[in-house]
């Protein structure tokens, strides 16, 4: 989590509710990034991160249009959930309103967008935004670099989150500076609900919940607004691998499981990361020498052997021969 650089003050009392939640929490997926640095600041980062047809706006082309600014998410339209109601919540002080909703079942992840409404009309943003080293700042290979990402610390902010019944998901939401206004705001999130094995959203629903945390001395965060999600449609997927390496790969996501993992993450030693096409040639991920990352957000489980990526690059699944990690190509069926 290296790309933050200039972080809201976290109170005391914050830390404490951090550490408590942590101690209290049963073993779960670990939120797991790939960046060119590592440090300590982002392990505290990513730590009090996790306690803590198509619906179209008007005016916005593409169903993640912060995500994919030149359109080219266009191929994912038909896979857009379209709520038969627009799904909403709102309390004294907030609206908030779900514009579109995309889920892979297949890697357990996926993307939303929503709508927040400063009903008081105070200009007073519901949120921090965090800044990132300047290093980091507008990289071309960083996807999320140019991307402003939203922090509910301080008491009285909102912390936005997918859930899958009680349990929280990875995720990241960004702030839509081009579209969002004084008492108006836009955000898209890349979310990842854990290893897909575990995710049945026939039987569970997903749901969007905005938390204040200062409304839950348990450190997890009282919830001011929840939204369930709609029924995602579901989305093509290919699966492929050799000696003990699975991946999976959908539109959206990448799972990749190394069963001969036997220490550390496997995350941590996946330097390069690119899809092989069916012209020879190869679409790159992850390069941590050369600074690109063309993901939104990664989880690695605690046993380290898996960790998915929400991708932020489209590409046509069906030329797609491989997937290739470090340099050895392992084919799609």
């Known amino acids: 989590m290296k790309k933050n650089h200039s972080l809201p003050p976290v109170p005391e009392r914050f830390h404490q509710r951090v ?3 942590l101690e209290g929490l049963p073993e779960q997926t670990r939120p797991q990034r790939r960046f060119p640095l590592r440090g300590v600041a982002g392990v505290a980062l990513a730590a009090a991160l996790c306690v803590g047809g198509t619906a179209m706006a008007a005016g916005v082309s593409g169903g993640f249009p912060l995500f994919f600014p030149q359109g080219e998410d ?22 908030m309103t779900v514009e579109a909703f995309l889920f892979d079942q297949a890697t357990g992840t996926g993307l939303v967008r929503l709508h927040i409404e400063n009903k008081a009309g105070d200009g007073v943003r519901p949120f921090a935004v965090l800044g990132y080293y300047p290093q980091y700042q507008n990289q071309p290979g960083l996807a999320w670099s140019g991307l402003e990402q939203v922090w509910g ?7 936005f989150q997918v859930m899958y019944g009680e349990n929280h998901t990875g995720s990241r939401f960004y702030l839509d500076t081009t579209r969002s206004t004084e008492n108006d705001y836009y955000l898209e999130g890349a979310f990842i609900a854990g290893p897909a094995s575990g995710i049945d959203t026939d039987q569970e629903p997903l749901r969007l919940v905005a938390r204040d945390y200062a409304l839950d001395p ?3 965060g009282g919830e001011v607004l929840s939204a369930g999600l709609p029924q995602a449609q ?3 997927s290919r699966q492929g691998g050799t ?3 699975e991946v999976t790969l ?11 993992q036997t220490h550390g993450y496997v995350v941590d030693d996946l330097n390069t990361v690119a899809l092989r096409l069916a012209d020879g040639t190869e679409q790159v991920m992850v390069d941590d020498a050369n600074t690109i990352d063309q993901t939104l957000y990664a989880l690695g489980t605690e046993d380290g052997k898996t960790v998915t990526y929400a991708l932020a690059q489209t590409f046509a699944l069906d030329q797609v021969t491989a997937v290739v990690l470090n340099g050895t190509a392992y084919p799609l069926d």
Do not use: C, F, W
């Open 19 to 21: 550490q408590h939640t």
């Open 74 to 95: 266009a191929a994912l339209s038909d896979y857009i959930a379209a709520p038969a109601e627009v799904v909403t919540d709102e309390n004294d002080h907030y609206r």
């Open 153 to 159: 610390n301080g008491d009285g902010k909102l912390a």
């Open 218 to 220: 348990t450190g997890l």
């Open 234 to 236: 579901a989305m093509p």
């Open 243 to 245: 000696d003990g390496v």
């Open 250 to 260: 959908s539109p959206v996501g990448l799972q990749i499981t190394n069963q001969n």
